[in-house]
């Protein structure tokens, strides 16, 4: 599965970002598009995604700043970033099915 991921940028703290994650083909669910985040020196971890519902799911930190939205029509999933603080900056990259991953996009937000 091939993923694209884009969007990222240099911000400043409190500010908003929209990532993308575009899906090359049409032949699964890009509800199964996770978001993750690695920063330097630390573990990637989970972000955002969908449960097996259909519903948002967000990790704690989140704390309603993110939102992941899709749209089938695209074959893309997005991860709005709000509120952006220090602590945000990382490599943000989307999961597909079969653990395939994209290549990530470079978040910055100064303070």
């Known amino acids: 599965v091939q993923l694209q991921a884009s969007g990222g940028g240099l911000v400043q703290t409190g500010g908003s970002l929209r990532l993308s994650c575009t899906a090359a083909?049409?032949?699964?669910?890009?509800?199964?598009i996770d978001w993750y985040r690695q920063a330097p020196g630390q573990q990637r971890e989970f972000v955002a995604g969908?449960?097996?519902?259909?519903?948002?799911v967000y990790a704690n930190f989140v704390k309603g700043r993110f939102t992941i939205s899709k749209d089938n029509v695209k074959n893309t999933v997005y991860l709005h970033l709000t509120n952006l603080k220090p602590e945000d900056t990382a490599v943000y990259y989307c999961?597909?099915?079969?653990?395939?991953w994209g290549q990530g996009t470079q978040v910055t937000v100064s303070s």
């Open positions: 999961r597909g099915p079969g653990d395939s």
């Open positions: 083909s049409s032949t699964f669910s890009i509800s199964d």
């Open positions: 969908f449960n097996v519902a259909g519903n948002q």
